[in-house]
């Protein structure tokens, strides 16, 4: 679902996508929507009572305010206005506080700086390792309480095949710095697909349609750029692919495929790419997933399982490729998916529902299919999905936490877990304070689920609390943020696909319409706690949680009530909390 506003002057210069577009990098100027650039976030949200400073070279348009009006022009207007003593107060200004930065959160250092991504596996010790090791505890027995302390250490490292597979970045693999961070990689295709454009009477409450497949494809474009800029490195040739077709999911599929694949000059440069990415919103993540499903059927792009896809018959003749070529990286930017349907109250509300089921097309009623995962368009999405895993595609989900449209749980996809999929969460600077309890307990949740653990439902269970309200933004301001385009860059560029054998992604049923009871919160979150490899990853986050939990003062009701519902946080075990000691 599109929610998003637009000038007539930009919707006038939206490109025509019937053409192709290639860029080749060159100092010629190349004009692009504006992104907002995010500052470098070193850590996730500080648990502090005052904001975080705002850097001094951030660029960021804020919007005008009193304090902006020339003085000279604000002390003509105080001389107007008649006052019986003029007062020295008055003629001292305040300074405009400065806006929160929006943030893309876990942080690259948290996810894949810290455990259990910042450290190798280690391959299993073998039968014979195992045989010396057992005959040498029995013929040195002297040596038998420090052989247990060593065996039971090794027990605590051992790496389950979900850990092994886990992406981690070159740094940690030993092949850091290297002298092409590309590592080969000269050219790029970027694939952009729109969400779901709703009709004239739901804009009203949604907004209007403004995020195009161009906004993100230019969004890859100018994270590709500083990418190259922070390096000191220069890609040989960028190729944009905007697809653009409205109507229902099978029917867009058609559609763009068609468009893709029928046009000569895209597809010749799509054969050559080392690279290829795909930005999408809303429906447009399930429409790109089925796309990339087809484009692996037909042998159009080369993966792990495919690598002998064909080749243009003009680039073996001319010697420019070779017979035999690597598999291509490949990274799919999923940004407020609705993966699993839209939030649960706008199919029961009174005021939406009955101008989504009398006015707006099929395409919109389609979207609520999702909500139950044993639909049959959610399962052909699914299937879709497997597919896209098993090859090697990498994935990324990133929700808002003010969305207003898609719940948490549909944006991160939490039904659905594999070692490719990483997940993230937008926090717009106007919505939340950075010091929220709520807003790092969320962080929190989805670096449980990045380390390949269960959240025990509680992403799903704190999904309505942080809805935005229907004449909100949250849906639609993620694609306007470049570290959301930065992240999917440094995912595919700055990793590897994991190591070890194929893991197979684990799906779980999920219904939306099905209520909930929430004081299954409190249960959840103490299992959470209990949990031993929870808290020995994060034993630090948690105990910080419950530091941060008396300082919390939620201003509504509801959380209000929500604050009750996580009071086990204060009630730590005596095990997590000397786990966090040991670490000081």
Not at 225 to 231: I, L, N, R, Y
Not at 274 to 283: K, N, P
Not at 340 to 363: H, N, W
């Amino acid at each position: 679902m599109e929610v998003m506003e637009i000038d007539d002057d930009e919707a006038a210069s939206e490109p025509n996508s019937s053409a192709p577009t290639a860029t080749q990098p060159s100092p010629t100027p190349v004009t692009k929507p504006p992104i907002r650039a995010q500052p470098n976030i070193g850590s996730e949200i500080p648990l502090s009572s005052s904001p975080p400073p705002k850097k001094s070279d951030d660029k960021r348009p804020s919007m005008p305010r009193a304090a902006n009006i020339p003085e000279t022009v604000a002390n003509d207007v105080l001389k107007r206005q008649p006052s019986p003593s003029p007062s020295k107060k008055s003629s001292v200004k305040t300074p405009a506080s400065p806006p929160l930065p929006n943030l893309v959160l876990p942080s690259w250092y948290d996810t894949f700086q810290t455990l259990p991504r910042s450290t190798v596996p280690r391959d299993p010790p073998s039968a014979l390792s195992k045989t010396l090791q057992f005959v040498s505890g029995v013929l040195f027995s002297r040596d038998e309480a420090t052989s247990n302390k060593g065996k039971g250490r090794a027990k605590e490292t051992v790496y389950l095949p979900y850990d092994r597979a886990l992406p981690r970045t070159w740094d940690v693999l030993g092949g850091g710095n290297p002298v092409d961070v590309l590592r080969g990689c000269k050219r790029v295709v970027i694939i952009g697909v729109h969400g779901w454009f709703p009709g004239t009477v739901l804009r009203t409450f949604a907004g209007e349609p403004t995020g195009t497949s161009s906004k993100f494809v230019n969004g890859i474009v100018d994270a590709l750029d500083s990418f190259q800029e922070q390096h000191k490195i220069k890609l040989d040739k960028v190729t944009k692919i905007p697809l653009e077709g409205e109507g229902t999911i099978s029917r867009r599929v058609e559609r763009l495929y068609e468009n893709l694949v029928g046009n000569k000059k895209w597809m010749e440069d799509l054969y050559d790419a080392d690279a290829i990415f795909i930005a999408t919103h809303s429906q447009g993540s399930v429409v790109s997933t089925h796309i990339l499903d087809r484009l692996i059927a037909d042998r159009h792009i080369r993966t792990a399982l495919n690598a002998d896809a064909s080749v243009p018959a003009s680039g073996i003749a001319s010697g420019s490729i070779p017979l035999v070529r690597p598999p291509q990286r490949i990274c799919c930017l999923a940004l407020c998916g609705i993966h699993l349907g839209p939030l649960r109250y706008l199919s029961t509300s009174s005021l939406v529902q009955p101008y989504i089921q009398y006015f707006e097309s099929t395409a919109a009623r389609e979207l609520f299919e999702f909500q139950n995962t044993e639909s049959a368009i959610s399962r052909d999405y699914v299937r879709a999905l497997r597919s896209v895993l098993n090859h090697g595609i990498k994935m990324i989900y990133i929700a808002s936490l003010t969305d207003q449209v898609v719940g948490l749980y549909s944006g991160l996809f939490t039904s659905v877990s594999h070692p490719l999929i990483l997940r993230a969460l937008y926090i717009d600077g106007d919505a939340y304070h950075s010091s929220d309890f709520l807003s790092n307990l969320l962080v929190l949740l989805i670096r449980i689920r990045n380390a390949g653990l269960s959240d025990g439902g509680l992403l799903t269970h704190l999904s309505e609390v942080t809805a935005g309200s229907l004449n909100g933004i949250g849906h639609s301001t993620p694609y306007e943020e470049r570290a959301t385009y930065s992240l999917a860059v440094n995912y595919l560029f700055l990793t590897d696909s994991g190591s070890g054998a194929q893991v197979e992604p684990v799906e779980e049923p999920f219904n939306a319409l099905a209520e909930r009871n929430d004081y299954e919160i409190p249960w959840a979150l103490r299992d959470l706690i209990a949990n031993d490899r929870v808290s020995d990853l994060f034993s630090d986050e948690i105990v910080a949680l419950r530091d941060a939990f008396r300082d919390w003062h939620p201003k509504t009701t509801i959380l209000r009530d929500v604050k009750k519902k996580l009071q086990p946080i204060q009630r730590l075990s005596s095990t997590l909390t000397a786990a966090h000691t040991s670490r000081l």
